[in-house]
C-alpha cells in the first residue's frame, strides 16, 4: 500500500464541480449554512457518495456521515472530513478541500479493492463557518459535547430562524444522535488560511494544535441627537470615542506579543442615519492567541478597559463574550501518523499551530485528533481570491490517506 | 385681531392624535417618507383640513396643500407649513407641529370670521428627512429649483424602491406642478432640535438664517482576510486606521471653531462577519457650519485628508461629496414680521441661526422667508424622547398666525 495513490484529475474536478454551486462573479463562493445553496452541495456529496456504494447518514444535527465498511465491523471506525459552508464571500476550497479529499480517499481504496480492518468514516459538518449561525463549529461542539443539542437548535440567524428550523426547511434534519459516539481518531485536511506555509516554502503543515478563539460584543452608548443644532461639547457621541477603545484593543498586540491576533469584523451604528448622532455603536471582537494563560490575560485587560472607560467618560462601555474556545493541542499519535505519511511520501513539511478554528478543536475532546494544512496563495482565505494550487490538493490528500493507513497499523501493532 | 389667540387645546390634541400614527413604544414615532404611517398621516390631514371647510392639492411630489380663499384671489398666497414623515426613531414634534400649527391657523381665522386679501396655503412637504430618500428636503428643493423633478424622481431607497414609485405606491402622486410657483412669502414654525432656547430660557427662536450642510461618503479599503491565522504586521486592516481618520475628522471643530458641526451618523463593514479582517469600512459624514466660506475651508481639508492617508498608507481612502445645500439667509422683511410677532405677545425671544436644515431653507431662495423656533427638552431630538411643553406650543402657534398678519400688513402698506 506504500505506492498508493489518489487520482489528482478526479480530486480537482470534484472541487471545481462543487465550486459552482454558489459561486460568486468574483470566483468565490456564496453558500451559507443551510442555505439552499448549502442544500445543492449535500446533495451533490451525498449523490457522490452513493456513487462509490456507500453507506451515507444524516444526523439530528444535519452532519452527513460516508462509510466504507471495515472487515471488522464492531471496531470504532477512523473519521476525517471538513465542511461545505462557506463565508459570505468566501473562497473554493475552505472545508471543501477536506470533504472531497475524504471522497477521493474513499474512491481510491474502492478501485483498489483495499479492504481494511477499520470501518471508515467521512464526515461533513453542519455550520462551521459562523457567519449565519453564530458561534462557529457548532455541530462538532455538539459532537465533542461542549453544546447541548438543544442550546445549537434554539440558535438563530439575523432573521430570527432556527438552526432547527433552517434544518428541517432544506429537509436535512435527520435522526441519529450527534453526540456521544465512539470513534477510533479524527483527521481533517484543511487550507492553511496563512501565509507560512508559502513563505517557508513548504507542502505540509503538520498541525500540532489551534490557537484559542475568543469572540466579544462591545457596545458604546451615548445620546441620539440631531447633527445640526447640538453643540460638540455637549453632545455624548459613542464614534467619538471609538478612535480611543480602538487603539487600546489594537494595543493589545504590543502587550501580549506576535502570536496575538485581533480582528473588529463587524461595526454597526443605532440608529445609522446620516444626520443622527449616534445613540450607539456595537462591534465585534475576535481574540486569538495558541496559549491560554495569554487568552484570560487579554480577558482581564478588556474588563479592565471597560471598567475604565466607564469612570471617566459620560458615555457607557459594555462588552459580553459570545464565545470562547480554548487552544487544542492534537495528540501525539495521530500527529506522528501525519509526520510518517509527509515524510514517506517525500514532501517538504513543517509543523504548526492553527490560528483558525476547525471542528478539529473540539473533535479532539473526545477523540485522538490532528489536522493536515496545504498552503494557500498569499495566505488569502475568507475571501474570493481564496486559492490553491492542483499539486498542493493532491499532496494533501494524499497525505490524508497515508496518515490514516498509518495510524490504523499504529493501533494494529 | 391684535387679540385673536389660537386654541390650545384644539392644537395639543390634534399634536397627539396625529402622534399616535407609527408610535413607538419607546414614546417616538417611525414614520418614514412614503411609508404606510406616511400615508395614514397623509389622509388625516387632508381630512382636517377638508373638516374646516379649505380646498387640498396634492401636486407631483406628493406635496400636499391646503388652502384658504383671500378676498383677493389673484395676489399670491402666503405660504406656511411644514413636514409629516419622521426619522426611523423620531419624535412627536419634528415637522409635526409646523402642520398642525397651520392648520389650527385657519381654523382660528376661520371660526372668527375673519377674511384676508391674502390667499393663504398650508403645506405639508413631502420626504423631508432625507432618511428613507437621501437627500433630505428634496420635495421643497424641487419647488425652490435646486433639484429637478426628473431627479427627485429617480432616487431610490434601500430596497432600490424609487421615489416615484413609492409615490405611485400611496396614492399620492398628483399632477399639479411642483416647481415655479409664486407665493408671497413663506413661514416655518419648528421644534429648535437643539438646546439654546432652553439654556436661555426664551420662549421664541427669531431665526435669521440657516448652517450649511455638507453629507460625504467616506471609503476606507483594505484586504479581507481571516482572522485568526494572518500575522497582525501583513493586514492590511481598514479597522486599523479608522481612529485616526475619525479623529482627524473631529480635528475639524478645532480649526473652524465652536460653530462647527460634525456627524458620522451611520458606519457598514463589508463583509461584517466576526472571524473576517473587513475588506472596505464605509461611513457617513454630515459637516455644518453657518459661513460659506468655513464650509469650502472644511471640504478642502477633507480632500488633503484623503490624498495625505493614500500616499502614507496601504489601504485606499476615497470620499465622495453627497449632497450640499449652503448657509441660508432669510428675508429682513419677514424675519422682522417673526420679531413683532413674538414682541406684541409679550413672549421672550432670541435671534438665531438654526443649526438643522430646513425645508424654509430652499424655499428661501424662490421667495421671502423666515422661521420661528420653540425650546425642546434638552434640545434633544431625532430621537423618540423629543419633548416640547403645550404652552411653547402654544406659544409658537400664536407667533405664526401674527407674524403672518404682520406681513400681510406690510405688504399692503
Not at 483495499?114 to 453542519?126: A, G, N, Q, R
Not at 469584523?265 to 444626520?275: A, E, L, Q, Y
Request: aromatic content about 8%.
Amino acid at each position: 500500500m506504500k505506492d498508493l495513490r489518489i487520482n489528482g484529475d478526479r480530486l480537482w474536478n470534484r472541487i471545481h464541480s462543487m465550486a459552482k454551486i454558489g459561486a460568486t462573479p468574483n470566483g468565490g463562493v456564496h453558500r451559507l449554512a443551510l442555505s439552499q445553496e448549502d442544500k445543492r452541495s449535500r446533495d451533490l456529496f451525498i449523490k457522490w457518495g452513493q456513487s462509490i456504494d456507500c453507506k451515507t447518514r444524516v444526523d439530528a444535527m444535519g452532519n452527513i456521515f460516508v462509510r466504507l465498511e471495515g472487515t471488522k465491523r464492531n471496531l470504532p471506525p477512523i473519521l476525517f472530513g471538513s465542511h461545505l459552508d462557506s463565508q459570505p464571500t468566501g473562497g473554493k476550497y475552505d472545508g471543501s478541500l477536506g470533504v472531497l479529499a475524504g471522497l477521493e480517499l474513499l474512491e481510491t481504496l474502492r478501485e483498489n479493492s483495499i479492504d481494511l480492518e477499520y470501518p471508515l468514516e467521512l464526515v461533513s459538518w453542519t455550520s462551521e463557518e459562523g457567519s449565519r449561525f453564530s458561534p462557529a463549529m457548532i455541530s462538532s461542539g455538539v459532537f465533542g459535547g461542549v453544546f447541548s443539542l438543544d442550546y445549537a437548535y434554539s440558535i438563530k440567524d439575523k432573521r430570527r430562524v432556527s438552526l432547527k428550523e433552517a434544518l428541517e426547511k432544506i429537509d436535512y434534519l435527520g435522526s441519529s444522535t450527534p453526540f456521544g459516539r465512539i470513534y477510533s481518531g479524527f483527521f481533517e485536511l484543511h487550507i492553511e488560511q496563512g501565509p507560512i506555509l508559502e513563505k517557508e516554502k513548504k507542502s505540509i503543515g503538520v498541525v500540532k494544535g489551534v490557537q484559542g478563539i475568543r469572540w466579544y460584543e462591545l457596545s458604546i452608548k451615548g445620546q441620539e441627537v440631531h447633527a445640526g443644532p447640538f453643540p460638540m461639547k455637549i453632545r455624548r457621541d459613542p464614534v467619538r470615542v471609538l478612535p480611543k477603545i480602538i487603539s487600546a484593543l489594537y494595543h493589545l498586540e504590543k502587550e501580549f506579543g506576535s502570536d496575538t491576533r485581533i480582528t473588529i469584523g463587524d461595526i454597526s451604528v443605532h440608529p445609522g442615519v446620516c444626520n443622527t448622532v449616534p445613540g450607539e455603536i456595537k462591534f465585534t471582537l475576535d481574540l486569538r492567541h495558541p496559549n491560554s494563560e495569554v487568552m484570560d490575560g487579554m480577558n482581564q485587560r478588556i474588563r479592565q478597559l471597560v471598567e475604565n472607560e466607564n469612570q471617566e467618560s459620560s458615555l457607557y462601555l459594555s462588552h459580553q463574550e459570545l464565545w470562547y474556545c480554548p487552544p487544542a493541542k492534537f495528540d501525539l499519535q495521530c500527529i506522528n501518523a501525519v509526520k510518517d505519511a509527509a515524510k514517506r511520501l517525500n514532501y517538504s513539511f513543517i509543523e504548526m499551530f492553527s490560528g483558525a478554528g476547525h471542528d478539529a478543536v473540539y473533535l479532539s475532546r473526545v477523540t485522538p485528533t490532528a489536522m493536515i494544512f496545504i498552503p494557500c496563495k498569499d495566505g488569502i482565505s475568507h475571501n474570493e481570491k481564496e486559492s490553491i494550487t492542483r499539486s498542493d490538493a493532491i499532496r494533501g490528500t494524499n497525505v490524508l490517506l497515508h496518515s490514516i493507513l498509518n495510524y490504523i497499523n499504529q493501533l494494529k501493532s
